[in-house]
């Protein structure tokens, strides 16, 4: 069986977000943020103390893009696209981009604007990291003007990995200066059941405090 350890809101909310749109069966695993201060025994696992993690049989995985690439396929496929197929490399661009070019942005403003403690904040690092992420999300909305979805005409992984990024973006407030088709878009997204479902998969093991 799939295992997730996910921390409330984390990059890790992608996995499971993609595990209920498949509908399989996983143990989930919840920790207080950040796991590395408030579940010790976990280093044992992930010495990084990051999350997600995600361990099936033998195999492990520490990155939330190569969990979404890793269980794509699965289910009837339609969340995957395959090497040969047309638009292929769009779709795994399409993943990347949601972690690289969208999300590292928000960690990076919320690490610095939020996380540390006041006196090591940089609050000019946390605002350029704000206007990049808008600065990048122009590629995605440019896409969506003229669809529905990323690519292949329907929603794959590579809208759950961007689709994280816009959950983060709210959190952060960085969804007031959304380019207009992000919108509609994450409209779309929000009410897909199996988001729901993980979003009460989550409520029902928030950490206390």
């Not at 979003?199 to 405090?209: D, E, I, L, T, Y």
Request: proline fraction near 8%.
């Amino acid at each position: 069986m799939i295992t997730l350890y996910h921390c409330p809101g984390a990059r890790s909310f992608r996995v499971l977000w993609m595990l209920e749109e498949l509908k399989l069966d996983y143990r989930l695993e919840t920790m207080a943020f950040p796991p590395r201060v408030h579940a010790p025994d976990y280093l044992r696992l992930n010495p990084l103390g990051t999350v997600p993690l995600m361990t099936e049989g033998e195999e492990t995985l520490f990155d939330s893009a190569a969990m979404l690439i890793y269980l794509a396929p699965r289910g009837d496929g339609s969340l995957a696209l395959k090497p040969g197929e047309h638009g292929y490399g769009d779709w795994l661009s399409w993943i990347i981009y949601g972690e690289a070019d969208l999300t590292m942005p928000l960690a990076t403003m919320l690490r610095y604007g939020t996380f540390l403690p006041e006196h090591k904040r940089q609050p000019a690092v946390a605002a350029d990291q704000a206007g990049l992420f808008i600065e990048r999300a122009a590629r995605a909305a440019e896409r969506l003007k003229s669809a529905p979805y990323l690519c292949a005409d329907r929603f794959t992984a590579a809208d759950i990995s961007v689709g994280y990024a816009l959950l983060l973006s709210r959190f952060t407030g960085t969804h007031k200066q959304w380019p207009e088709p992000f919108n509609d878009y994450w409209a779309r997204l929000k009410e897909r059941p199996a988001f729901l479902a993980a979003q009460a998969a989550q409520a029902a093991q928030m950490p206390a405090g």
